[in-house]
Each structure stands twice: as structure tokens, then as C-alpha cells.
């Protein structure tokens, strides 16, 4: 059992390290202090980080993205297929999508200047995009355009300038199992749901055994079997029911935090990762797990932290982190090759493209590569 912390919160301040909670990391910008962990920051040590009201979060008119011609080549968090298109989101609210397999790239308008975090596509028209402000953007024409359906109804209320800055809540993953019901996942337990296709978005977070307000970093369906949501400091949390309960893991494989998971496309099993190149893996829907060894082409023990990752329609699993390391596996996850790319580029994911390349996003947007994420693409 852990010792209750009243709000207790992860503060990174060197990629792969944490430090003590502090009531006043509550305050600085927890989505700064992710991409700081997975190294998608300029700066990789501990900086000063004002507060949610000096960034900008703090209600006012949302200010629609900037085009730009290198909206493809800057940060991206998240990439998704809808059909034969290729749907990617991150910094400044930049959505941009590809028809022809990542070698060009749109720019879609979008009404918001904020980061954006993870998309979900649930058919070849409907997606969703989640991140800062708890904002969710929603389109019905597979990407093309985007309307605002949800952001904190706080930064709608009038505050006292004595009061200080919101805790700034980021979305951090969303998932759909139709049309109608989906859901949100982020800073400090927030949990959303939605049964009207997000019309209407519920606050469920209470619904969630979370009492210490641990962060959820990520969300992923497990074949013929539940939810699997994992996050901070270890925390791990499964549904049956795909969402409409959700139960607490105690006996958990480490106590480091957890930024990605998947499927293998397997009933029950579950990939999970994190810090310092933990990966573990189960095959009980996360009642026992067993670690999965990763060494570097030196045969050294794989000590970068990992960010996201995920499973092809064949089975083939990629997953990526700092230093540019990308791990394939072609056996379901029970085994990976590690490589690590000439330009040590910080990478949020990956996704394998149909040409047998693999698209991989990071701090310097989409690039593709060959199917071991280090030769060029064919």
C-alpha cells in the first residue's frame, strides 16, 4: 500500500528521473513536466515554469492554430489511420493529415493554439484529438476540419487575480467504442465520458478508485477482453466492461511511472512501459506480469524511457523513446529488436505503414523510415 498524498503530483526534472512530490508542482505545467520526462523538451533539466495563468490557460477566446507550411516538421505527440489516411496532432494545436502513406502533408484548421495530445479514430469519419485546457476537438470528415466540443469549464469562471493560477488539467488520452461512447483520460484522475458522440461530456473521475489524483498517461483496448489505462508512479487500472467500471491494480510490476500501452491484437495480454526502458508484459489482463528484456545493439541494458508505441492489423508492435530508440517486435511483444537512430531525436510514437515503412513522430515532426526505424523508407 502506498502512503496517501493528499494531490500528489510527478515532477520530472531530468528525463528518466523523478523526484519527491511537491505541493507547489501542482501548479507548474504538468504537460511540461511529461514531455521534459520523454524528452520532447528544448531543455531537459528542471526549469521554472509559470504557472497555468502566465501560459495562457487562463480563459479568453481560443485563438485558432497558425497555418504553416512546417506544421509536419515540428512537434507531434500522435498519429492515428483513419482508412487510408494519416492523422497526426501536436504543438500549437497543429492537426495534418496524409493521403499518400506520410510523404506529404495538409495542415487541418483547427479553433485552438494548444498543445494537443493523442488522437482516436472510431471509423473511417468520426476522430477525436485531446490535450491542454482538458480541451477535445471532434471531426466528422476523417481530419479535414475540426470543431471544439469540451475544454475545463473553469477557465470559463471569473477568479480573483489574488487567487493565482488553475491547475493546469491536460488531456492526456481518448478512446472511442462507437460512435456514441467514448472517453478522456488526464492530469490528476480527470476522467470524461461521453455516450452522445461528445455532445455532452460527464465527469466520472470520482468513478475511478484514484484517491491520490494520480495522472493517466494512457488508455488502450485489450482483443476480446477490456480496457487497460495506465499512468503515474506505476498505477494501472483495467475494464472489463470497456469503460463502464473500472478496477485499481495493487500488486503492479514496478513503481515507476507508465506512459504507453497496448494490445498485442491477443485475448488478455497487455505490453506496458515507461521509465529507465521498463517494459513488461501480461497475458492475464494485468493479474501477473514478466519483464521484457531489452538490450541496445551493445547488448547494455535499454535505459531510455519510452513514450508510445502501437499495434499494426498483422501483430507487429512498434514502440519509441528518447535518444531515438525504436523497438519492433514481430512475435507479439514477447520479444524486440532495439535500435537506436543516428540523429538521437526524442520520438512520442510510431505506427507501421502499409508500404512495410514505419512512420515515427516525434520532436521533429513525421519522418518515415524502414521497418527497423533506421534505414530510409522504401
Request: proline fraction near 4%.
Given at each position: 500500500?502506498?502512503?496517501?498524498?493528499?494531490?500528489?503530483?510527478?515532477?520530472?526534472?531530468?528525463?528518466?528521473?523523478?523526484?519527491?512530490?511537491?505541493?507547489?508542482?501542482?501548479?507548474?505545467?504538468?504537460?511540461?513536466?511529461?514531455?521534459t520526462?520523454?524528452?520532447?523538451?528544448a531543455?531537459?533539466?528542471?526549469?521554472?515554469?509559470?504557472?497555468?495563468?502566465a501560459?495562457?490557460?487562463?480563459?479568453?477566446?481560443?485563438?485558432?492554430?497558425?497555418?504553416?507550411?512546417?506544421?509536419?516538421?515540428?512537434?507531434?505527440?500522435?498519429?492515428?489511420?483513419?482508412?487510408?489516411?494519416?492523422?497526426?496532432?501536436?504543438?500549437?494545436?497543429?492537426?495534418?493529415?496524409?493521403?499518400?502513406?506520410?510523404?506529404?502533408?495538409?495542415?487541418?484548421?483547427?479553433?485552438?493554439?494548444?498543445?494537443?495530445?493523442?488522437?482516436?479514430?472510431?471509423?473511417?469519419?468520426?476522430?477525436?484529438?485531446?490535450?491542454?485546457?482538458?480541451?477535445?476537438?471532434?471531426?466528422?470528415?476523417?481530419?479535414?476540419?475540426?470543431?471544439?466540443?469540451?475544454?475545463?469549464?473553469?477557465?470559463?469562471?471569473?477568479?480573483?487575480?489574488?487567487?493565482g493560477?488553475?491547475?493546469?488539467r491536460?488531456?492526456?488520452?481518448?478512446?472511442?467504442?462507437?460512435?456514441?461512447?467514448?472517453?478522456?483520460?488526464?492530469?490528476y484522475?480527470?476522467?470524461?465520458?461521453?455516450?452522445?458522440?461528445?455532445?455532452?461530456?460527464?465527469?466520472?473521475?470520482?468513478?475511478?478508485?484514484?484517491?491520490?489524483?494520480?495522472?493517466?498517461?494512457?488508455?488502450?483496448?485489450?482483443?476480446?477482453?477490456?480496457?487497460?489505462?495506465?499512468?503515474?508512479?506505476?498505477?494501472?487500472?483495467?475494464?472489463?466492461?470497456?469503460?463502464?467500471?473500472?478496477?485499481?491494480?495493487?500488486?503492479?510490476?514496478?513503481?515507476?511511472?507508465?506512459?504507453?500501452?497496448?494490445?498485442?491484437?491477443?485475448?488478455?495480454?497487455?505490453?506496458?512501459w515507461?521509465?529507465?526502458?521498463?517494459?513488461?508484459?501480461?497475458?492475464?489482463?494485468?493479474?501477473?506480469?514478466?519483464?521484457?528484456s531489452?538490450?541496445?545493439?551493445n547488448?547494455?541494458?535499454?535505459?531510455?524511457?519510452?513514450?508510445?508505441?502501437?499495434?499494426?492489423?498483422?501483430?507487429?508492435?512498434?514502440?519509441v523513446?528518447?535518444?531515438?530508440?525504436?523497438?519492433?517486435?514481430?512475435?507479439?511483444?514477447?520479444?524486440?529488436?532495439?535500435?537506436?537512430?543516428?540523429?538521437?531525436?526524442?520520438?512520442?510514437t510510431?505506427?507501421?505503414?502499409?508500404?512495410?515503412?514505419?512512420?515515427?513522430?516525434?520532436?521533429?515532426?513525421?519522418?518515415?523510415?524502414?521497418e527497423?526505424?533506421?534505414?530510409?523508407?522504401?
Open positions: 500500500m502506498r502512503k496517501p498524498i493528499e494531490r500528489r503530483a510527478l515532477l520530472l526534472c531530468q528525463a528518466g528521473t523523478e523526484s519527491k512530490p511537491a505541493a507547489k508542482s501542482r501548479k507548474q505545467s504538468l504537460s511540461r513536466q511529461i514531455l520526462a520523454l524528452g520532447l523538451s531543455a531537459l533539466t528542471c526549469l521554472p515554469v509559470a504557472t497555468a495563468m501560459q495562457g490557460s487562463i480563459a479568453g477566446d481560443a485563438k485558432p492554430a497558425v497555418i504553416s507550411f512546417m506544421a509536419s516538421e515540428v512537434l507531434l505527440l500522435d498519429v492515428e489511420k483513419v482508412g487510408d489516411r494519416l492523422v497526426a496532432v501536436g504543438s500549437r494545436g497543429h492537426i495534418v493529415y496524409s493521403d499518400d502513406q506520410g510523404l506529404t502533408w495538409i495542415q487541418a484548421p483547427v479553433p485552438t493554439r494548444q498543445l494537443l495530445t493523442a488522437v482516436h479514430f472510431v471509423d473511417e469519419k468520426n476522430g477525436w484529438a485531446v490535450g491542454h485546457d482538458s480541451l477535445i476537438l471532434h471531426t466528422a470528415d476523417a481530419g479535414e476540419t475540426w470543431e471544439q466540443q469540451y475544454r475545463d469549464p473553469a477557465l470559463e469562471e471569473s477568479r480573483d487575480e489574488q487567487e493560477g488553475l491547475l493546469e491536460p488531456l492526456m488520452d481518448v478512446w472511442f467504442r462507437d460512435v456514441n461512447t467514448g472517453f478522456a483520460a488526464g492530469a484522475g480527470l476522467f470524461l465520458r461521453t455516450d452522445d458522440g461528445g455532445k455532452t461530456w460527464e465527469d466520472m473521475t470520482f468513478d475511478v478508485d484514484n484517491e491520490n489524483g494520480y495522472h493517466y498517461n494512457a488508455i488502450t483496448e485489450v482483443a476480446d477482453t477490456g480496457l487497460f489505462m495506465v499512468g503515474e508512479l506505476g498505477t494501472m487500472y483495467r475494464s472489463p466492461d470497456y469503460g463502464d467500471t473500472w478496477e485499481t491494480l495493487t500488486d503492479l510490476p514496478y513503481d515507476g511511472s507508465f506512459f504507453g500501452a497496448t494490445g498485442t491484437g491477443e485475448a488478455g495480454v497487455v505490453l506496458a515507461g521509465l529507465r526502458g521498463n517494459m513488461f508484459r501480461s497475458e492475464d489482463f494485468g493479474d501477473t506480469w514478466e519483464q521484457v531489452l538490450n541496445t545493439p547488448n547494455g541494458p535499454l535505459e531510455s524511457t519510452l513514450s508510445s508505441g502501437s499495434l499494426s492489423e498483422d501483430g507487429q508492435i512498434v514502440v523513446g528518447i535518444g531515438g530508440v525504436v523497438l519492433t517486435s514481430d512475435d507479439r511483444g514477447r520479444t524486440f529488436n532495439v535500435a537506436i537512430r543516428s540523429d538521437r531525436v526524442a520520438l512520442s510510431g505506427i507501421f505503414l502499409e508500404d512495410g515503412s514505419v512512420l515515427l513522430i516525434g520532436q521533429r515532426g513525421a519522418v518515415k523510415a524502414g527497423n526505424g533506421l534505414t530510409a523508407a522504401p
